[in-house]
Every structure is written in structure tokens, then in C-alpha cells.
């Protein structure tokens, strides 16, 4: 694919290489002790054995994956049978998060394209706007979500006050939640990823496309999409991959049966119930997933541009 | 002029305001079939505007577009059978020359086969075979022009617009390119209307020229017409160089006038449609201007200064009465070349002079 100007600021980079090192070095000091050093320590406790206080008794064991994807019994000695039950909580997790994204995209798409095309100084004021509710903790808005949506709250009776519906309609605790929950905490990940690249993209190319007989829709889906590609792109990943490791929503809105990864992995950690090891196996599980996605999708980039 | 059935583009007292800025006032033009024709004029006279307006990328605030006898002033872009080469090309970024120039030929519901046929048609014309595979990105600007004409030829519109397509090409390329073009306009027959400011393109490449000023059109006619028969003070001093000596008119009849000279010659030569008397302006071209001796002249001045162009020589002279002329010899070694401070006599033919309106 044509990227040229990625390709080109490479290129720049490779000559500033002398000053790049010392320039560096800031950031790479911050992605070894917040990323390289925990995800370490994460992958070691995968290994280690549980206590059953919490933490862990330094000897290796592979009894956390085992127990991730293999049912031995309740007493752990009839033959190993597939557990599905975190796999499927892995499985749910992948749909709502993919669900999530899906409408944070529906609904980010023509936001984003909306701000870009404002002119002059409205379009920073959209975007102020968009980010506003963002200021406030990401658990208050989850709680004040969990107010507005249950039976008897203000969406429920605003829907009935005005005969939409004579029963409450019941979201809390359901998919629906966690999934409006999920949509409404990673919105501004998808809007401002694409308003970016709208806000590169040269509308004379729409104008050229319509100088050459294509409709509006045939100019959005074969020029305005692929133009603007790796700004939805990012906005997917950065959407989708929170998402999935999220517990907040999954908590506070979908209750007990609608557990996604992000509770599961929680759960592990806190107060004396947990399981370290455990926990550990399953984020780095959650991890490699990601990693594994994002991998076939850089690989599937890197083809299309030869 | 008659609406018979070779006008291509028949611009009817077109008007675009942009808020309150008037971009065009007014502006009617028959294009004929198959006519290279180029719109001339400063930057931000409304070349584009008009582009954009036949293009449909504008809407009209009054008048008509008849493009072969049928109204197409409200239909949206891709509704009309005209296409442009962009002055940035526009080329999409994320397809190869093949799919780009393929692109109108599937809109418009040729099958895959057919418009590869076309495509390698149009690319051996504009000569770019070689690069059917290659990105917009890997193509020098002279090449990526060429794709963008390539891609509004394919599918065989009525009228080619093309927005200064060779500003942004280096001489030796521009000059080169020109001349495809023509080539282009020829085999093809289709109808170009050109956008350009610079008026040796202009003059060198068309059939007719529409001369613009601030969205109105100053004139229309052949190269030789604008520059041998400029309307108006703008036309002649827009288009070629030329000297506007201050002058009173007499006396006018039969697209002739009498007028007085600076330093009191009188003299009758031909006279612009809507010349009045009174005070008024003489055009004469600086080639069309002889240095001779003394006393036997039309007007008197000294030497200014001298001008070296290489093949030219110019030799501004200021007149005695006030005002200066600009002389044009050729830089050959049997003319005798005037000294600066030196006073001379210039003479011209008065037929090659022009009365203009202001
Ligand atoms: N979108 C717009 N909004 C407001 N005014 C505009 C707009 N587009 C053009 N104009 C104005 O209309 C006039 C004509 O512009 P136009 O682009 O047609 O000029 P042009 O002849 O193509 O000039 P150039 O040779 O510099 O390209 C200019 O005064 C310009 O400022
Ligand atoms: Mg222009």
C-alpha cells in the first residue's frame, strides 16, 4: 500500500541515528520498568506455584495453565478432559469487545469525519467537547451508566413517561450493558484516531472520484476508506484491545454473568481468595492473543505494501 | 453566435458568488466541438471557479451550462460526461496507474476485461506503459500528470478540463508535455478546455482563448486576434508586452481612429470596438517599433536604459513629453544600438497601432 510518507520519515530517522540513541534513551528507560520488567514478572509468576493466601511459593510448576485449559476432576486425578469454562469467559470477552468496537466504529466513524470537516477553530471545540466527559474517573462514569440504565432509572422512566414502553426495559446486567458500558469508556479512542487521518485526507480525491462517475457511496467505500484505513485501524486496536481486558463495565454493569477476562484476571489478585499463578497465566494468555492479532495484522500490512 | 450543433459547451450569463465574493460575473462563452480552448487570465480571476463550475463541483448562483444542447447545470459530478485533470492531480494514493485509470471506466459498468483493454490504450498514449504496475508514489510529478490525463481520457468524455496541468512541471518537461497534449487533443478529437496564466501556453497551444478579468470575460479569439487585436488596455498589456502611449482621440469611423501623439504627430490607425474621443490609449507592440534618426519619426525621447535578453535587445526610452516606450530590436551586430542619454526618434507603422478602450 501506499504509504510514503511513513516510509519516508524511516528514512529521515536512519539518518539522525547519531542524535537518535542519546534522544532515546528517556523512553526506553520508561518502556523497561513499566512494560518490559512487570510483563517479566507477570510471565515468572505464570510459573511459579500458588499459596493459597495469595502470592506465590517460588517453585516452578505448570499448574495454572493446566488448570486454564484442562478439567482433571474435583480430586485432579481422572484423566484431562478441555475446560471450557475460561475458555469460554476468553470467548465472551473477544465477542463484547468486539461488539464494542464495532459500534464504538458506527458511531466513531461519522463523529470523527463531522470534527475534521468543521472549519477553523470549531472543530478543536468538537473535539474539547468529546473529551470533556473524560475527565471524570472512568469508575464514577461507569457507576453513574449503572444509575441511568437500571429498571427503574432515569432512561427507563423517560421511555415510559413518554409511552416508547410500558415495562422497564431491563439492560442491567445483561450483554447489552457491558457493551454500552464498554462502548461509552473507549469512544474517544476511535474518534480521535480517525479525526486525524480524515483530517489529512485530500477532498480533492472525493472530487475526483466524482469527476470519474462514482457515487457517493461507491466514493466512500473505494477511496475515502482505504485513505483513512489506518486511522480506523487504530481506533479499532486501541478500542478493542482496553475491551478486552476490561473489568469495570463487566463488573458494575453486566453482574455476575456476564464475567469477562478483565474480572476473571482480577479476581485472582485480590484479598486472600486469589490465585496468583493463575492470574499471571491467564494475562499472559490474554496477552499473547492480542499480540498474536496484532502480528497477522502488521504482517498482512507489510504485504500489501510490497 | 448561433446555437448550431458544433458547440460543444455553451456557458450562458453564468454568476457564482462565494458568500459575498463574486467569483464569475455573468460570464457566457461558446466552446466549440473539438476546440483546444484555454482560459486566460491573473491569479484569481476564476479560471478555476469556471472549471469547477462546468466540472459540477460548484453550484451556479445564475445561468446555464448547455453541454451539447442539454442543461447540465444541476446535475451532481458524476452525473456529467466531462472530466478533469486536477492541478494536483488527485491521483488515489492507494491504487496502482492500472487501477487508477481504470477507475471511470468500472464506474461507468465497463466489465474488468474491456477497461484493461482501454487502460492499456490510454496509457500507450500518454506513453506509460512501462509503469502500469507502479504506485502514484514511485512516479516522478511529470509522470504523475500524465496518469492523471491518462485516467480522465479512458472514458472518452465530451469535454477534457484540464486545470493548469503543467505548473507544477519543470520547463524542459512542460514543454515537452505541451506538446503531447496537442498531439492528444488531435488524435482523440475530444474537447479541451485548458486553465492556464501563462500566456505563452496559452498562445502557443490554442485554438481560441477567453481572456478573464476579476470573473468576467475581456475577450474571445484566436491568438493571433487577442495579441494583434486586444479589446481593451487589460487584454493588451495582459497578453505580450506592449507600449500604451497617452494619446487624444479626434475623430473615429469604420474601426479607424484619428489620434494626436505625444509631441503633437497626428496619425489614424485602427480603433477597438467601443474606442471614444477624447483621451484615450495607443497600443503599440515593442517589435513593432523602429529607433531612426532624428526628426524623422512619430514621437522623440532619450535613451533610458538597455535591457540584454540574449536573442533581444530592449531599449526603454523615455519621451520628451513624459512617459516611456520600450523598444525591441533584435541582437544582431548590424544594427546600430543607441547609447543611453542619447535622444532619438521613434517610428512605427500606424497600422500595427491600436486605439484602445480602457
Ligand atoms: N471556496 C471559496 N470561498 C471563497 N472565495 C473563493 C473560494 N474559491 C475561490 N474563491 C475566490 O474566488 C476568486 C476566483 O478564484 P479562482 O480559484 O477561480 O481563481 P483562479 O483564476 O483559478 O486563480 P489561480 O490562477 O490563482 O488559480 C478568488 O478571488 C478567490 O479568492
Ligand atoms: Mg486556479
Redesign the interface.
Given at each position: 500500500?501506499?504509504a510514503?510518507p511513513q516510509q519516508n520519515s524511516r528514512a529521515m530517522n536512519n539518518n539522525y541515528d547519531g542524535f537518535g540513541v542519546p534522544l532515546i534513551l528517556p523512553s526506553w528507560i520508561i518502556i523497561g520498568f513499566f512494560l518490559v520488567v512487570p510483563v517479566a514478572m507477570m510471565l515468572m509468576y505464570s510459573f511459579l506455584t500458588k499459596e493459597f493466601r495469595g502470592g506465590v511459593i517460588w517453585e516452578f510448576s505448570l499448574a495454572a495453565y493446566d488448570q486454564f485449559f484442562f478439567d482433571r476432576g474435583l480430586f485432579g486425578d481422572s484423566p484431562p478432559v478441555i475446560e471450557w469454562t475460561y475458555i469460554s469467559i476468553f470467548w465472551r470477552s473477544i465477542w463484547q469487545a468486539g461488539v464494542a468496537t464495532f459500534f464504538c466504529l458506527l458511531i466513531g466513524f461519522p463523529t470523527a469525519w463531522f470534527i475534521a470537516t468543521r472549519t477553523g477553530r470549531n472543530s478543536t471545540i468538537w473535539l474539547f467537547l468529546i473529551t470533556i466527559p473524560y475527565w471524570v474517573n472512568l469508575l464514577i462514569r461507569t457507576i453513574s451508566m449503572k444509575f441511568l440504565i437500571r429498571d427503574n432509572g432515569p432512561l427507563n422512566e423517560f421511555l415510559i413517561s413518554f409511552g416508547v414502553i410500558s415495562e422497564p426495559f431491563h439492560i442491567i446486567n445483561t450483554n447489552l450493558a457491558v457493551q454500552l458500558g464498554l462502548f461509552y469508556s473507549y469512544l474517544p479512542f476511535m474518534v480521535l484516531p480517525i479525526y486525524a487521518a480524515v483530517e489529512r485526507y485530500?477532498f480533492?480525491?472525493s472530487?475526483?472520484?466524482?469527476?470519474?462517475?462514482?457515487?457517493r457511496t461507491?466514493t466512500l467505500t473505494?477511496?475515502i476508506l482505504?485513505?483513512v484505513k489506518p486511522g480506523i485501524v487504530a481506533g479499532c486496536i486501541l478500542v478493542f484491545v482496553p475491551s478486552l481486558g476490561a473489568f469495570l463495565a463487566p463488573d458494575l454493569l453486566g453482574g455476575a454473568k456476564n464475567f469477562m477476562i478483565g474480572s476473571l484476571i482480577e479476581e485472582q489478585f485480590k484479598g486472600n481468595a486469589g490465585n496468583w499463578p493463575f492470574g499471571a497465566a491467564a494475562s499472559m494468555i490474554l496477552l499473547s492473543l492480542v499480540l498474536i492479532v496484532l502480528t497477522l495484522y502488521a504482517r498482512h500490512q507489510a504485504r500489501g505494501q510490497r | 453566435m448561433s446555437r448550431d450543433n458544433n458547440i460543444a459547451v455553451d456557458i450562458q450569463n453564468v454568476t457564482k458568488m462565494y458568500g459575498d465574493v463574486t467569483a464569475l460575473k455573468g460570464v457566457s462563452l461558446d466552446i466549440r466541438d473539438n476546440e483546444f480552448f484555454t482560459l486566460l487570465g491573473p491569479s484569481g480571476c476564476g479560471k478555476t471557479t469556471l472549471l469547477r463550475v462546468i466540472a459540477g463541483f460548484e453550484e451556479i448562483s445564475n445561468g446555464a451550462i448547455i453541454l451539447y444542447g442539454q442543461n447540465i447545470a444541476n446535475l451532481m459530478p458524476n452525473e456529467r460526461p466531462v472530466n478533469t485533470v486536477f492541478q494536483q492531480y488527485a491521483l488515489f494514493p492507494h491504487m496502482n496507474v492500472t487501477e487508477n485509470v481504470m477507475f471511470g471506466l468500472l464506474r461507468l459498468g465497463q466489465d474488468r476485461a474491456n477497461a484493461k483493454t482501454r487502460v492499456g490504450e490510454v496509457l500507450e498514449l500518454v506513453q506509460l506503459s512501462d509503469f502500469a504496475d507502479r504506485m502514484p508514489s514511485q512516479l516522478s510529478g511529470g509522470q504523475q500528470q500524465r496518469v492523471a490525463l491518462a485516467r480522465a481520457l479512458a472514458p472518452s468524455p465530451k469535454v477534457l478540463l484540464l486545470d493548469e496541468p503543467l505548473s507544477a512541471l519543470d520547463l524542459k518537461l512542460r514543454q515537452a508535455v505541451r506538446l503531447e497534449l496537442q498531439q492528444i487533443q488531435n488524435q482523440t478529437g475530444i474537447t479541451f478546455i485548458f486553465v492556464t496564466h501563462d500566456q505563452e501556453e496559452a498562445l502557443t497551444m490554442s485554438d481560441r482563448i477567453a481572456v478573464i478579468e476579476s470573473g468576467q470575460v475581456q475577450q474571445v479569439g484566436s491568438a493571433r486576434e487577442i495579441y494583434e487585436a486586444p479589446k481593451n488596455k487589460f487584454v493588451a498589456d495582459f497578453i505580450g508586452k506592449t507600449n500604451l502611449l497617452d494619446v487624444s482621440v479626434t475623430d473615429l469611423a469604420r474601426g479607424k481612429g484619428s489620434c494626436i501623439l505625444p509631441g503633437g504627430v497626428q496619425i489614424t490607425c485602427p480603433a477597438a470596438e467601443g474606442a471614444h474621443a477624447g483621451s484615450g490609449h495607443l497600443s503599440v507592440r515593442p517589435e513593432r517599433i523602429t529607433i531612426t534618426a532624428l526628426g524623422k519619426g512619430l514621437v522623440q525621447g532619450t535613451v533610458a536604459r538597455h535591457i540584454y535578453l540574449g536573442t533581444d535587445l530592449h531599449v526603454e526610452v523615455n519621451l520628451v513629453e513624459g512617459g516611456h516606450v520600450t523598444v525591441r530590436m533584435q541582437n544582431s551586430t548590424q544594427i546600430q544600438i543607441p547609447k543611453v542619454g542619447q535622444l532619438v526618434c521613434l517610428d512605427f507603422e500606424p497600422n500595427f497601432a491600436r486605439l484602445l478602450v480602457d
Open positions: 500500500m501506499a510514503s485530500n480533492a480525491l472530487e475526483a472520484a466524482a469527476d470519474l462517475y462514482a457515487s461507491v473505494k477511496v482505504p485513505a | -
